[in-house]
């Protein structure tokens, strides 16, 4: 092992072994190194005269660049977009995230937690937390309604063996006691847990009730009081999309500091909260289970994790950093966000006034759902797949078929005047194929 990675583990010893002990091996074995970049960063603040060594090139005292692409950015100084970034990304972008979360989550108030780490989108996120806490055989808890990228990043790349809970119960809320007996299943064989925890979920689009929240919170701490490590994370791709009664917060400021046992990591990102999904700049933020500032321990995962960036991507886009500072900094930023989220709640409740009645009842239900981007249909009487092809070959409508029963709408890209239509047509090809 590496003497740096030896040294970021004897501190999470010293600080908090249960963090140690949540770590895969190859999270054991991670570390920053003392290399190019970190002898650049010196020469960066000394080297007056000349400074030769980063790998980029330079002209007239700044970056070098063709004109045809600066033209186009011309509002930018080249300073800004053109050389790398720093591996935890720029300092500004992640103290305004910073500044966003704890505006946007009264609940951290008063809490210990890191710095946000720049990474590029929230699935880089998910695949860092994969990377660094699951090993072959480790266990995932997840609801049956899950994104499917899932299994890519924790069971093909990472070997997780994913533990699916029923994401209902019968009366439309939220399965808590679901969650929790697979919970107290997988603590009590395994010693150590993940929970991924996906509000707004994708593909049903469900945040629970701020009891169902805490009544989360409440069997997780209560499985860490048994003694298991959990390390629980919160998927917050579509954080601030909440339509109706439902949470309006994160559960990261929930379980932030919540157990010695508790590791909570919050995923989340400029992608679709901003609306800017070709950007890829999302974010990653770690809470140590303790009541105090536990420096040490936040400054080892996120050694680490740079150390993971280092060694997968190097470093994080310059350009879209930037763009998203000058977003969270323009005196339009909260309004324009506003007009946005209008449009996506009338959407979602459209949905909801052409899907309420009983004109579609003998082809489909509908799950619970009262946020983020989708709703998803429970057929009853034709396969989803099929569906799915005879919308896209007879009708020209693009649908997701789930398993054998759900159908995923995406109403965030279908205009209010549209909807009714577009299940009308879904009905039709429906009967087409009854």
Known sequence: MNPLAQELNEQLVQHNPNVLAMLSELGKNLFFPKGILTQSAEAKDKAHRFNATIGIATENDGPMFLQCIQNKLSHFDPKDIYPYAPPAGKPELRKLWREKMLRENPSLAGKHFGNPVVTNALTHGLSIVADMFIDSGDHLILPDMLWGNYNLTFVTRRGAIVKKYPTFTVSRGFNVAAFKAELRNSAEEKGKVVVLLNFPNNPSGYTPTVEEGDSIVSAIKEVAESGCNVVAVTDDAYFGLFYENS??????????????????????????????????????????????????????LEKKTMGLIRATISNCPHPSQTFVIE???????????????????????????????????????????????????????????????????????????????????AFSCIA???????????????????
């Not at 007009?339 to 709640?345: G, R, T």
């Not at 209010?416 to 009854?434: G, M, R």
Request: aromatic content about 12%; proline content about 3%; glycine content about 8%.
């Open 247 to 300: 949470m309006k917060e994160s559960l990261f400021g929930q379980l932030a500091n919540l157990h010695p046992r508790v590791l909570s990591i919050k995923l989340d990102g400029a992608t679709k909260e901003e609306y800017v999904w070709g950007f890829r700049t999302g974010f990653i933020t770690f809470a140590d289970g303790y009541d105090y500032e536990n420096e040490p321990v936040i400054t080892a």
């Open 327 to 409: 977003a969270l900094k323009s005196p339009d930023f909260i309004n324009q966000k506003e007009e946005k989220y209008q449009v996506m709640k009338g959407r979602a409740n459209k949905v909801k006034e052409v899907l309420d009645g009983e004109k579609y009842s003998s082809a489909w239900e509908y799950y619970p759902f009262n946020s983020g981007y989708f709703m998803c249909l429970k057929l009853l009487t034709v396969d989803a797949e099929k569906l799915r092809v005879h919308l896209l070959d007879k009708y020209g409508v693009g649908t997701i078929s789930i398993g054998k029963t759900d159908l995923r709408i």
């Open 416 to 434: 209010e005047e549209d909807i009714e239509e577009l299940f009308d047509t879904i009905y039709q090809a429906v009967n087409d194929l009854s």
